[in-house]
């Protein structure tokens, strides 16, 4: 294969990588995008396998026996990934997501130790000369850094995500300590240093310094972060897996490498910088790490005064949604972890049956990880036409007869219009403003932030404890 046709089938599958970041950004397009993402990797794989034979050939090298390790480890690898993501739950998908970024940041690394072991195996340098040229020194450099920190700080956020593990690491409290940010800094700037070594002696200690300080930035930079927080932390680790892919492929000289890292990379900023402003978080602190910290801090024991809320049954809940003229329902984790979409589903037909309007109101961050509702509503094949975002919605409150809460908190908190509120000018769903309020959770336990949530102790407000799934499906039986 001539590298003219090598360089088309890249820009093919550079075209169809780009395809599917336009249909994943809406429901209804998302299988076809997905499709167009599975269609441009296959290219890029099929096209690198057939390059790496084409400069075996050129080399004189024999590949029988690294093509079979090859193809063997594609074949391992493809066949774990679908065996993991066939039984993944959804409560499960931000922990799986953290876990594939961690990969992505150990596959950069790894990549990067060997081009410095054997550059001339990588056409980088002549055969048996180790020299590296300066330029690949500092491509390999950040993609180095970048993969390790990716790995590191991937592997503390699905213990976070997680929830499950006991080390303190893990647990979604953010993890803050003296002089903090000058330690991050003060190891970055030795990061830095002995990068610059490394560029000017190309000596194996220094990367290799580089490279732990590296992983131990990784982790301190998560570690302050709170549950509440999440969200953002998976796609801002989304985007530097992404970074740290194109860092290695200017190293390789690979162009696809290059092009499929940036869009994940920019994708993922972009992203990243969206969720920001729906959290009402800073970007650069985001990028720098250990955000979220003061909020944490300061809301000590708010959660902890006992007051009185209104509470019902599920068919006290039934009664007011079936007597309803509109409905807006807003999904939260909560309703992840009961697995109660398919119930929510035949709940929301019932009530459309019988004229009434019903809707879905998606906060940008509900959930753990970016789209975390749609994805539910999805696998539930809730329809995309009753499924609005945050900004859509809102003005719509006001008029609402009945706002159904199935597990969030925070983005329903009306503390956010408080101006000496922790999570003040965080935008919410303004659940608040509808003619009557039907809450339900398994307990009054604060959210992420750690606040109290005004919403549950107003007069229009009706609590209804239990298991998402078990108080929905009562519902759907005491709906007329």
Excluded at 18 to 46: C, D, E, W, Y
Excluded at 211 to 224: D, K, Q, R
Excluded at 247 to 274: H, R
Excluded at 283 to 297: D, H, I, K, P, Q
Aim: glycine share 10%.
């Amino acid at each position: 294969m001539s590298y003219e046709v090598v360089t088309l089938l890249y820009l093919i599958a550079s075209v169809c990588f780009i395809q599917a970041l336009k249909g994943l950004s809406h429901p209804t397009t998302a299988r076809r995008g997905n499709v167009f993402g599975m269609s441009g990797m296959l290219i890029a794989v099929l096209t690198t396998l057939a390059l790496i034979y084409n400069r075996a050939a050129e080399m004189q090298l024999p590949l029988g026996t690294d093509l079979g390790l090859l193809f063997g480890a594609l074949v391992i690898g493809g066949a774990i990934g679908a065996f993991v993501a066939n039984k993944v739950e959804m409560t499960k998908m931000p922990e799986l997501v953290a876990a594939m970024h961690s990969l992505i940041g150990l596959a950069a690394v790894c990549i990067a130790y060997a081009v410095v072991c054997e550059p001339s195996a990588f056409g980088i340098s002549a055969q048996g000369d180790p020299t590296l040229p300066y330029g690949n020194r500092v491509e390999l450099f950040i993609g180095t850094f970048v993969g390790a920190i990716t790995f590191s700080g991937s592997v503390i956020a699905f213990g976070k995500l997680s929830g499950k593990y006991k080390f303190r690491l893990f647990q979604g409290a953010p993890v803050i300590y003296p002089g903090q940010h000058l330690i991050n800094l003060l190891l970055a700037l030795a990061m830095l240093g002995f990068g610059i070594i490394f560029f000017l002696s190309q000596a194996w200690l220094p990367f290799i310094i580089m490279t732990l300080i590296a992983f131990a930035l990784g982790v301190l930079i998560i570690i302050p972060i709170g549950g509440a927080d999440m969200p953002v932390v998976v796609s801002m680790l989304n985007s530097y897996s992404g970074w740290a892919a194109a860092g290695i492929g200017f190293s390789l000289n690979n162009s696809m490498l290059i092009v499929a890292g940036s869009l994940v990379g920019s994708s993922g900023a972009i992203l990243s910088y969206i969720m920001c402003k729906a959290m009402n978080r800073s970007f650069f602190n985001v990028l720098l790490g250990g955000f979220g910290g003061a909020a944490a801090v300061s809301v000590g024991g708010a959660a902890g005064e006992q007051r009185p809320v209104k509470s019902g049954s599920p068919d006290d809940a039934a009664f007011m949604l079936g007597n309803a003229q509109s409905v807006v329902i807003v999904p939260g984790y909560g309703l992840a972890v009961a697995r109660a979409q398919h119930a929510l589903m035949e709940l929301a037909t019932k009530l459309t049956e019988k004229g009434i309007d019903v809707k879905y109101a998606i906060h940008p961050v509900a959930g753990r990880m970016p789209g975390h509702m749609n994805v539910l509503l999805a696998e539930a094949e809730v329809p995309y036409e009753q499924v609005f975002e945050m900004d859509d919605i809102n003005a719509e409150f006001g008029q609402t007869d009945v706002v159904l809460v199935l597990g969030a908190n925070d983005v329903v908190n009306p503390a956010a219009k408080d101006p000496k509120s922790p999570i003040a000018g965080m935008p919410i769903l303004e659940a608040y403003k509808a003619a009557t309020v039907i809450v339900n959770k398994r307990s009054m336990a604060s959210g992420y932030a750690g606040l109290d949530n005004e919403l549950f102790y107003m007069d229009k407000t009706m609590m209804v404890f239990g298991d998402a799934k078990k108080v929905v499906e009562d519902m759907v039986k005491a709906v007329d």
